[in-house]
């Protein structure tokens, strides 16, 4: 029997659970001995930083954030950047900058760091935001040192990049990749900006170690901040197609040639795999003897699922949608 959305919601929250690491299980293993290390290591540079940018995806502004940059950076100026605005659905802005602001964020840029959009606005805001504020012991230095933070990929070195473009008409300082931890380590000092002369650090993504909810981890993941073989491709897969069909976002049928919408994500990911040409030949012992069949390749299916979405082919999408309506419902 094919299930409806609503049904698949509840019928998938138990692999959901089983695939997706939660409930005090440690998300750094994902990272072995890199996010810890990179928190302490974020902490003890704190006397060299005059303020704090925070980076996450504007897909899922009120969603995993990590709460252990709040409890650990103290009391620095801190902006939070909203950054791959290009893919996240703006037509509720005013509502998430409300949100935010209910929860002591007052300081708060969208950007898109591949066409460098609103990047002209984060030095003025910066140099407000430390000017504003009480140095201590770096009061005499001319010089502003910022700190960049953020969970795995979303786009921190990314900032930097687009910052020294705008500011210094110079290339990549820091590599970049779309696939979280290719920033490993708290790097030296990157200058930004000439006047006034700023520096940032670049630090590694950080997940807070315990996520709230099955929905928060899978947002997280659909973004890209873990790997995707470590929840599965295919679950990501099927809570994606959940999402787009829940929200009425139906570019994926366009896109993939469907016909029509679909809630099944086998028949979906069937279709796309032969479409796409995503087959493989796989023997099947018969009575007869040995059989070749032509089977579609489910997981590459389900990646091209995902880069398309990712890479903004299916059109913008607001993650949090539900979470702007007001507080999260509870889940079964």
């Known amino acids: 029997m094919r299930l409806t959305t609503r049904a698949l919601c509840g019928?998938?929250?138990?692999?959901?659970?089983?695939?997706?690491?939660?409930?005090?299980?440690?998300?750094?293993?994902?990272?072995?001995?890199?996010?810890?290390?990179?928190?302490k290591k974020m902490q003890s540079s704190l006397?060299?930083?005059?303020?704090?940018?925070?980076?996450?995806?504007?897909?899922?502004?009120?969603?995993?954030?990590?709460?252990?940059?709040?409890?650990?950076?103290?009391?620095?100026?801190?902006?939070?950047?909203?950054?791959?605005?290009?893919?996240?659905?703006?037509?509720?802005?005013?509502?998430?900058i409300q949100h935010l602001e209910g929860e002591g964020l007052k300081n708060v840029i969208f950007t898109n760091c591949v066409k460098d959009e609103n990047i002209k606005?984060?030095?003025?805001?910066?140099?407000?935001?430390?000017?504003?504020?009480?140095?201590?012991?770096?009061?005499?230095?001319?010089?502003y040192c910022i700190m960049v933070i953020g969970v795995p990929n979303v786009g921190k070195s990314s900032l930097i990049n687009s910052l020294r473009r705008q500011h210094l008409r110079k290339g990549k300082a820091t590599r970049v990749g779309g696939e979280p931890g290719i920033t490993r380590a708290v790097m030296s000092r990157i200058q930004v900006c000439e006047r006034p002369l700023m520096f940032l650090l670049d630090t590694p993504g950080v997940l807070a170690p315990r996520i709230q909810s099955v929905e928060t981890g899978?947002?997280?993941?659909?973004?890209?901040?873990?790997?995707?073989?470590?929840?599965?491709?295919?679950?990501?897969?099927?809570?994606?197609?959940?999402?787009?069909?829940?929200?009425q976002l139906l570019g994926y049928v366009q896109h993939y040639g469907l016909g029509e919408a679909c809630d099944d994500i086998a028949s979906v990911l069937k279709r796309v795999a032969v479409k796409l040409r995503k087959t493989q030949k796989v023997k099947v012992l018969t009575g007869t003897g040995d059989v070749n069949v032509?089977?579609?390749?489910?997981p590459a299916a389900a990646r091209d699922f995902l880069r398309a979405f990712r890479s903004g082919?299916?059109?913008?999408?607001?993650?949090?949608?539900?979470?702007?309506?007001?507080?999260?419902?509870?889940?079964p």
């Open 313 to 331: 082919v299916l059109g913008p999408v607001m993650l949090d949608r539900d979470l702007l309506q007001g507080p999260p419902a509870a889940e």
């Open 11 to 39: 019928a998938a929250r138990a692999a959901w659970r089983e695939s997706f690491p939660l409930d005090g299980r440690d998300v750094a293993r994902w990272f072995p001995g890199h996010m810890a290390k990179g928190l």
């Open 218 to 247: 899978l947002k997280l993941a659909l973004c890209g901040t873990v790997l995707d073989h470590l929840v599965g491709e295919e679950t990501l897969a099927d809570y994606l197609l959940y999402t787009l069909n829940k929200r």
């Open 47 to 96: 006397k060299l930083v005059d303020c704090i940018i925070e980076v996450h995806d504007a897909r899922i502004p009120l969603s995993g954030r990590n709460p252990l940059f709040q409890e650990t950076l103290g009391l620095k100026p801190h902006l939070l950047i909203l950054n791959k605005m290009d893919l996240a659905d703006m037509k509720e802005q005013q509502k998430i």
């Open 121 to 143: 606005q984060i030095i003025p805001k910066v140099t407000e935001l430390v000017g504003s504020s009480y140095r201590y012991h770096r009061g005499e230095n001319l010089e």
């Open 294 to 298: 032509v089977q579609p390749n489910y």
